[in-house]
């Protein structure tokens, strides 16, 4: 642990950035099996966002790991360390007014409620989305071939086949993943914001209707 250091405390309130830059930032975390649509979904919800004017920045479960996270594995401590630097980023893409959306497996009911007590501790809105589908239905998709690869034993503690997945027991919005189009999923994540005053509806631009 750093030692012999001081927090250096800026000129500028989080109320103050958020007046200047006219946006409210906050962290949408994306939890769920490998092949639940986690990624699918931050994916056309940053492009539903940036295209309506509101800054947005998606942070990839498999993208950080080729650079920040790069130096760890998939056991339970490295996956513990996984989440606490994802979580310290994401706050901070969100105290500079940024709707950071994060894309994670992120298993452990713990290091989730970890990562809201960060935010918490900043007056920095933490909205936990639950992309839920059944084991059956991740492993017909698997994208990747990762679950074959699981049961085969190739893959060492691979989430929902040899590593728990703890389900969020109280998620802000829950996505039922294999019921529901990637539209719909996106427009529930809307709603929510919307309804909580942190986006304006005004602002969201809808999809074309065909003539």
Request: no cysteine.
């Amino acid at each position: 642990m750093s030692t012999n250091i001081t927090w250096h405390a800026g000129s500028v309130s989080l109320s103050e950035r958020q007046e200047l830059l006219k946006q409210k930032g906050l962290t949408i975390w994306f939890t769920g099996l490998s092949a639940s649509g986690k990624s699918t979904l931050a994916t056309a919800l940053e492009q539903t966002l940036l295209h309506s004017g509101i800054v947005s920045y998606r942070l990839d479960g498999d993208n950080i790991r080729f650079g920040l996270n790069k130096n760890l594995g998939f056991g339970p401590e490295d996956r513990t360390e996984n989440i606490r630097r994802i979580s310290e980023v994401a706050k901070l893409f969100a105290d500079a007014t940024v709707i950071t959306i994060t894309a994670f497996i992120s298993p452990y009911r713990q290091d989730r409620d970890s990562a809201r007590q960060l935010h918490k501790e900043a007056g920095i809105p933490f909205i936990e989305v639950f992309a839920d589908a059944p084991l059956e239905v991740v492993e017909q998709r698997d994208p990747k071939g990762l679950y074959k690869k699981a049961k085969a034993g190739e893959i060492k503690e691979f989430t929902g086949i040899s590593a728990p997945y703890e389900a969020p027991e109280s998620p802000e919005i829950h996505i039922k993943t294999d019921q529901v189009s990637v539209e719909e999923g996106v427009q529930a994540v809307i709603k929510y914001l919307v309804d909580q005053g942190y986006i304006a509806a005004a602002k969201i631009n809808q999809p074309q209707q065909q003539q």
